[in-house]
């Protein structure tokens, strides 16, 4: 099911990369870039922190990607009522719906193409009991702490009051030879803008919108974890 565009959604260059011939290839370039470039384990360290925050009765993942995060916590999925994905990409939004019901997903699936810079629509404001932004932040325009300020000003607005907003981001500083090459042909194409990205300025913008808010950095990601989110702002 594909819920109505809030807006129209610009295409910025690092959605435009993910086609479905692209989405094929994106797990295992992934994978690879984590262990050897930005020496943060998919198996070891994001995928555990994906599945332990899944939330009881609605799950919200911005920035699908191929949805492998997903397709690896499908055990947690399947007692979870409402489940939606929401990308600025088209076509990975479809490429993860279809490869979830390949998986054996058998709850609705809710898709939403969104700017995630826009406010959410009015009937996702508290809904979900989990919101995940994994690999999200560094490929977004703008920089720390502001770029983050923006997003957290509408996504906040999804999570119920005890729910919890979590996931993870390249940072751009001190990276290896090969993270270096990566985060210059990145970052000159467009599809990250993270060099000015820092702890620092996301913990920032996280203590800004969540009153209970952990950041920690492997390797060259940092992985957050935000509570209790504030209004009176």
């Known amino acids: ?7 129209t959604p610009t295409v910025h260059p690092s959605a435009a990369i993910y086609t479905s011939f692209t989405l094929h290839f994106y797990d295992l370039v992934v994978h690879l870039s984590n262990s050897f470039a930005w020496c943060c384990s998919t198996q070891n360290v994001l995928l555990p922190l994906f599945r ?7 799950h919200l993942d911005i920035g699908v990607g191929s949805g492998y995060y997903l397709i690896a916590s499908m055990s947690q999925l399947a007692e979870v009522e409402k489940l939606t994905l929401v990308d600025l990409s088209h076509d990975a939004l479809q490429f993860a719906e279809r490869r979830l019901k ?15 810079f826009r406010p959410f629509p009015l009937s996702m404001h508290a809904q979900y009991d989990s919101v995940s932004m994994f690999y999200l932040f560094h490929c977004l325009p703008g920089k720390f702490p502001e ?3 923006q997003v957290l000003t509408q996504t906040k607005t999804t999570v119920k009051p005890d729910g919890v907003v979590y996931g993870a981001t390249i940072l751009g500083q001190t990276h290896n030879w090969i993270g270096g090459h990566l985060m210059n042909l990145y970052n000159r194409k467009g599809v990250f803008s993270n060099y000015n990205d820092t702890k620092d300025g996301l913990q920032e913008a996280l203590t800004r919108h969540f009153a209970d808010v952990e950041v920690e950095v492997v390797g060259r990601v940092a992985l957050f974890v935000a509570r209790k989110p504030i209004w009176e702002r």
């Not at 099911?1 to 807006?7: L, Q, Y």
């Not at 332990?52 to 609605?58: L, P, S, T, V």
Request: glycine share 10%; proline share 0%.
């Open 1 to 7: 099911m594909t819920a109505t565009n809030s807006g």
């Open 52 to 58: 332990k925050h899944i939330g009881a009765q609605a």
């Open 102 to 116: 390949r998986a054996g997903h058998r709850r609705a699936i809710v898709t939403l193409e969104h700017d995630t």
């Open 147 to 149: 770029k983050a300020d």
